[in-house]
């Protein structure tokens, strides 16, 4: 059952060959048996699942119907869930119980899907290798040793080492789609706006969205339809209307304009990846689509830029954790600055602290100009370069991470090398569009991953896109070893 | 040296909306501690904050009200610090882009003479939890009931230049608040709070370092503690030293303003504009629906007065002090008939009542309604002015409605002439030398001698006499 | 652009993050490094360029004013590190 799409599981619990409660029981012994070598679920909700499962089973034989309805996933644990631990990998929340649900989790809730356990990722989804969990790091399934990518690093391993039939993320600057790309499997990050933030724990405000990950385009669209759409308590929802993302979806191509930048392809890609990418193209010229080379002239500003955007947010946002309401407190306080000091000095990691402080700086008195501002106004440069390429093409592709996955500590002594691996992701995030990765051809056999670029809420056409090139190739299809 | 000097001040304006500015959670004062702060106001992970239209429209009344620029577009900024009382690490409020821009209202001075005091800005923020500091084993408690509350923070110009000034601009915004029915104005429970800048200068020099002082939470205690600043300030700087740029705190017991060491290090708030809220877009819409909608000023109230009811400029600037008194008086006169009369009663039995009984005008046992019935019976002759007095305070003490009362205790004036003529007859009889005397007397000494009758008539019929007629018949029998 | 040990005390300290006297060094240089990388940001000509603070051109909606939260203190409080009477406790805070 594990290798089965979400389609194809729905099909099977309305035809009645398979309940809820026994396809939940099936991803928790997988789980059972793998999670603890690849650590990528930091809780596991065995009781809460079965009692979802079941349920899920009396909507199905009342008549109810819906794709997700007793489908299994797993939450990036930075979800808020009521009434189960949400520590968004920190220690700083190894002991929150959320008192409510994000908005994501009760939509999915409401479609039936079961909830298997919260994943793993790095902490306050600040890194992209999974290394700086306060859980340890996660294993990549299709090689032991190697990060799974970051932040969602949990969810993407749990994808495509099958101990769930998708998963939830966040992506704030590569965070959906370089795991996706890492671990070979799906993943989209929406338009900002698209998904609504609403018990999401914030790293960068500005940036940060929910998203899919799955094992194909068309399962990412089942999911995605039930996370998306307008939630009027986050007042950065977008009062859009969600097309029917599944309907979409076999859409042909011919005439699709693909924009090529140069500047992804260049210095700093490994040769046998940008290879991938090309086969990957050429799949598309058969389809009918042209491609078209263009230029994203500020992309180089994007590391730079963001390194200011979204420190500066996440040193305010982070200002909650304080240990006075909930969360980490440091013992015996002294004094109300100790109190504060160690509390935070004690419940972060080192990454989380460096990015707080960056923000810090970059905000603070004789500062804000200079780092902040000049950082807003690249912004805007960054999104004309879109802007303008997409007066001229339909979707832009490029390779998602100019490497395949590393080895755990590889990077982890020097935070500004790991901070290239998201070159690629980073502007899409700055712009506010949705962006996706979908795998292709291995390199020694690991996994690469094709980002493809839409305009915004265009996400209906990033999953018709990926979804025809799924139904041509095999590349989304592959399982790690040992985990088929 | 002759010494001038310069005050600014800010004031912080409790909106009396609902429900928080950013969240669902209640306004109401005096709940069980955290009883009324929800997630968002508790600054939970991952919760966010949505805005309430009612502090939108209540902002650009009070700017529309002092005839201010309304920002066709404003925004939300994040003011960043640690404190107990403020859950979130930062404040909500507006840094760069405030919803009120520049504006103005008038104060007038002792001498009568009106000044325009320069209003800088108005925004919007949040207001902050409370910290209690009872012991707790030495711990401080908080509670985030209030936190989140909306405020308009209201920035004067450095324009005044004496406490007295100072206190008449604080009440004049109090008074426009309450009259917009934008903030109750409770000062005791923290509705309206006032900040002062102050500085000294020589006459006409530079602006001098200034000093703010806080806790001052009532127009007395922003007098007397401007007052003792500046005199601080003087005698700092001609002992030779330098005032400092720093927080001070009125203590009203000590009858001093001291330094807020705790608030002494130097704050770098971070402003940047909070990325959870979008930029506040007005269009015209709103304004002209507030300019539509706006209620009577007291200004234009106070003129009114003067024009309609023929009052004197002292009355009704007393009557229309506050939205509560005016409104009292204007229902009042509307059932009496008599604008000057129930003016009188208002500022006389009525404010001496409340007084005394150290009574807010809400908390009346006597309402207007019910005082202008009273004061009904006055203009249509039933009761005489004095007869009135014991009416009132038997309204005052819960006895019923005036004509309850009247009827109850029999008050009702004697107007049937053959009646009054019988006790004027017994009276005159009664006083033979005093009747041979006034009509001995002089013209001019008449009308003072003839109060002797009138009184012992009146005493007679136990005040119940109609007094005019009285008159007539003596007069008659002279 | 680099930091000195004293600029990364007071950061620390705005942030109210304990920085021991053993880390300070490495976060010193980890922070210069990573303002080093950031510094690319002043090759580029933002003369005349808006700064953009929301990817999308939204304005903020409004909400109506009504009370729809009801009294939770029992589960938030649940959660707390320290609270009695219903109030959360902190170290006495000195006025």
């Known amino acids: ?484 | 040296m002759q010494w001038e000097t310069v005050i600014g001040l800010e004031i912080h304006a409790q909106l009396a909306t609902r429900s928080k500015i950013f969240s669902g959670a209640s306004t109401a004062f005096g709940a069980a501690p955290n009883s009324q702060a929800c997630n968002i106001d508790l600054g939970m992970p991952g919760v966010l904050p949505v805005l309430n239209q009612e502090a939108v429209r209540m902002a650009v009344t009070f700017g529309v009200a002092i005839n201010a620029e309304i920002a066709p577009r404003s925004v939300f900024a994040r003011k960043n610090y640690f404190y107990p009382d403020l859950p979130k690490g930062y404040q909500i409020s507006q840094f760069e882009l405030p919803i009120v821009g520049k504006g103005v209202v008038e104060i007038e001075l002792d001498d009568g003479t009106l000044k325009p005091v320069g209003v800088t800005r108005a925004h919007l923020e949040e207001d902050a939890g409370k910290s209690l500091h009872e012991d707790f084993h030495g711990m401080t408690g908080v509670d985030l009931n209030r936190a989140g509350t909306p405020l308009l923070e209201i920035v004067s110009e450095p324009d005044m230049r004496s406490a007295r000034e100072a206190v008449a601009y604080a009440k004049k915004i109090h008074q426009i608040v309450q009259y917009l029915g934008i903030c109750d104005g409770n000062m005791q429970e923290g509705s309206f709070r006032c900040d002062a800048n102050v500085s000294v200068r020589p006459q006409g020099g530079p602006l001098g370092t200034r000093a703010e002082l806080k806790n001052l939470n009532s127009f007395r205690f922003l007098e007397r503690a401007i007052n003792i600043e500046v005199e601080r300030q003087i005698d700092l700087i001609e002992a030779g030293g330098t005032v400092v740029q720093e927080t001070r705190l009125y203590d009203a017991d000590r009858d001093e303003t001291r330094s807020m060491r705790s608030k002494e290090e130097a704050n770098d708030y971070r402003y940047f504009p909070d990325p959870d809220l979008l930029p506040v877009e007005l269009d015209g819409g709103l304004i002209e629906s507030v300019r539509a909608a706006m209620p009577e000023l007291p200004d234009a109230r106070r003129h009114r007065f003067e024009r309609d009811y023929a009052l004197s400029p002292y009355d009704a600037s007393v009557l229309t002090a506050s939205k509560g008194l005016a409104d009292y008086f204007e229902q009042a006169t509307k059932v009496a008939g008599d604008a000057k009369l129930a003016a009188n009663w208002v500022m006389g039995e009525l404010s001496g009542a409340l007084n005394k009984a150290g009574m807010s005008l809400d908390a009346s046992p006597v309402s207007a309604q019910a005082l202008g019935g009273m004061l009904l019976r006055i203009v249509d002759n039933t009761i005489s002015g004095k007869i009135a007095k014991q009416v009132f305070e038997a309204m005052w003490a819960g006895e019923g409605s005036a004509d309850q009362i009247i009827d109850a205790r029999g008050l009702k004036q004697i107007t049937d002439s053959g009646a009054i003529e019988a006790v004027v007859d017994e009276v005159l009889e009664a006083n033979p030398e005093q009747v041979s005397n006034y009509r001995k007397a002089d013209e001019k000494k008449r009308p003072k001698m003839l109060g002797f009758f009138v009184g012992q008539v009146m005493k007679q019929s136990k005040g119940k006499a109609n007094p005019q007629q009285v008159n007539e018949l003596l007069l008659k029998k002279l | ?95």
Not at chain 1, 22 to 37: G, K, M, Q, V
Not at chain 1, 246 to 275: C, F, H, M, Q, T
Not at chain 3, 13 to 19: D, E, G, N
Not at chain 3, 60 to 72: F, G, I, M, N
């Open chain 1, 1 to 484: 059952m594990h290798n089965n799409t979400i389609l194809e599981l729905a099909h099977g619990l309305r035809g009645g060959e398979f309940t809820s409660v026994e396809l939940t029981r099936a991803y928790l012994d997988r789980i059972a048996s793998h999670n603890p070598a690849l650590n990528c679920l930091i809780s596991v909700c065995e009781e809460g699942a079965l009692q979802e499962a079941e349920l899920a089973d009396r909507r199905i034989r009342a008549g109810d119907d819906g794709p997700l309805l007793g489908i299994p996933i797993v939450h990036k644990d930075i979800f808020c869930t009521d009434g189960v631990k949400t520590s968004c990998g920190s220690r700083m929340l190894d002991n929150f119980t959320a008192p409510y649900d994000a908005h994501v989790v009760s939509q999915l809730k409401q479609a039936g899907a079961v909830m298997l356990g919260k994943a793993n990722m790095d902490e306050f989804a600040m890194g992209s290798s999974n290394e700086n969990s306060f859980y340890g790091p996660v294993h990549n399934p299709w090689k032991a040793g190697s990060v799974p990518g970051g932040s969602s690093g949990g969810s993407a391993a749990a994808v495509a080492a099958r101990l769930c039939a998708a998963a939830t993320g966040t992506d704030t600057g590569g965070s959906i789609r370089q795991p996706a790309a890492f671990c070979g499997i799906t993943g989209l990050k929406p338009t900002y706006g698209r998904v609504s933030r609403y018990g999401m724990i914030a790293f960068a405000s500005s940036l940060d969205q929910g998203g899919p990950m799955a094992r194909s385009a068309e399962d990412a669209a089942a999911l995605l339809q039930a996370m998306a759409g307008f939630d009027s308590r986050d007042s950065t929802s977008a009062e859009q209307p969600v097309p029917d993302y599944l309907s979409a979806l076999n859409d042909d191509l011919k005439g699709l304009r693909i924009g090529v930048p140069k500047e992804y392809l260049g210095e700093g890609l490994d040769a046998a990846i940008a290879e991938s990418i090309q086969l990957a193209l050429d799949e598309y010229v058969r389809l009918g689509a042209e491609l078209v080379e263009i230029s994203l002239p500020n992309t180089h500003l994007g590391i730079p830029t963001y390194y200011v955007v979204a420190p500066a947010e996440c040193s305010s946002n982070l200002s909650r954790f304080d240990g006075v309401r909930y969360g980490y407190r440091c013992s015996d306080p002294k004094d109300l600055e100790d109190l504060y000091k160690r509390s935070r000095g004690e419940g972060f990691g080192a990454e989380v602290k460096r990015r707080i402080m960056i923000g810090t700086y970059a905000l603070s008195a004789g500062y804000y100009d200079a780092y902040y501002l000049k950082a807003q106004k690249i912004r805007h440069l960054i999104s004309d370069d879109f802007r303008a390429a997409f007066e001229q093409v339909d979707v832009i592709m490029g390779p998602t991470a100019p490497s395949t996955a590393f080895a755990i500590g590889e990077k982890a002594d020097d935070p500004v090398n790991m901070y290239l691996s998201d070159i690629y992701t980073i502007a899409v995030n700055l712009a506010g569009l949705p962006g996706m990765s979908i795998p292709v051809r291995p390199v020694n056999d690991m996994p690469v991953g094709l980002q493809l670029i839409g305009n915004y809420f265009q996400e209906a056409r990033l999953l018709n896109v990926a979804h025809q090139l799924q139904q041509v190739t095999n590349w989304h299809g592959a399982a790690p070893a040992g985990f088929e």
């Open chain 3, 1 to 95: 652009m680099s930091l000195e040990r004293s600029d990364v005390e007071k950061i620390a300290h705005l942030a109210r993050l304990a920085v021991s006297e053993d880390e300070l060094d490495a976060v010193t240089s980890d922070l210069s490094n990573i303002l080093h990388l950031v510094a690319q940001m002043d090759a580029a000509d933002t003369a005349g360029v808006e700064p953009m603070a929301h990817p999308l051109h939204m304005a903020q909606r409004l909400r109506p004013d009504e009370v729809s939260e009801t009294d939770q203190r029992e589960k938030f409080q649940a959660i707390a590190p320290l609270t009695e009477d219903g109030l959360y406790l902190v170290p006495r805070v000195i006025e």
